[in-house]
């Protein structure tokens, strides 16, 4: 088992992760914390963790999300593997649990339902169960909905934009099926992946306990720039129509293409309530290759 915590500027909340992750009950475990060019104390931090099975890796400038995921994923051995970003806090029994499911299951993605985590004050609502937290009430489809059991109904929920859990577990061996993080996205990567996953045929399970805790705070990358998020869906989402169309049946293609439409009508109602003037906005559009 693999734990890659990429991590940048992450001093404030990286002990409790790292804590988190070397308490971890599955053995064996390897973890692995690749810090992304950060300026404060996160690699001083980390050092005094590396006699107790945590291996440092330092990336001299700040290079991005999905080149430190890959960094991470590169050197990586275990069969299961996990990204566990660098502020959020698992339960000791939390890869023990779902691996357990995931091979009872013949399934290549597992994940667990999480408690919020709202910056260091923890809370009873989920993410994917009852009762859930305000920001996640339109997973699965709705507020009342749970994980759907049915593997074809989780492809369209996808496709729509439903993410499978941030700290989901994986076989190591679809990376090496399916490719590894797209560099040509930098928020987005995440669904990206799991749509690929899922359209090349893995097999998903959820547990429904809470194992762990999702922390929600301001300086993560969607809140920090909304647009930039946009742009990057906007990106992901031409991707998945333009490489994977052919793994998709003609439904989950009207799907995708919904997708798209809802994703640009965001992008384009948040640049109207800009100050950006429509020339601005124009050039913006063109800049970032996208067109109506």
Known sequence: MSIVIPAYNAERWIRETLESAVRQTYEPKEILVVDDGSSDQTAQIVEHYCDRGVHLFRNGVNRGANYTYNFGLLHANGEYLTFLDADDVLMPQYSSRVIEAMEMNGADIGFSDLFALEGDVPRQTRLYGQPRHPSFRFIFGGEDHTFPSNPDLLRKMILQGVHISPRAIY?????????????????????????????????????????????????GNSQKDPLASLIDQCRATEI?????????????????????????????????????????????????????
């Open 240 to 292: 998945i129509l333009s490489e994977y169309a052919h793994l998709m049946s003609s439904e989950e293609q009207i799907i995708a293409r919904q997708m798209r439409d809802a994703t640009r009508e965001r992008l384009f109602s948040h640049l109207a309530r800009s100050s950006l003037s429509n020339r601005q906005i124009a050039m913006f559009l063109i800049e970032h290759q996208i067109f109506i």
């Open 171 to 219: 076989r190591r061996s679809l990376f090496l099926d399916c490719g590894i993080e797209d560099r040509r996205l930098r928020i987005s990567h995440d669904w990206l992946r799991h749509v690929s996953f899922l359209l090349h045929g893995a097999k998903c399970v959820f547990v429904s306990e809470a194992l762990g805790y999702y922390r929600i705070h301001n300086a």
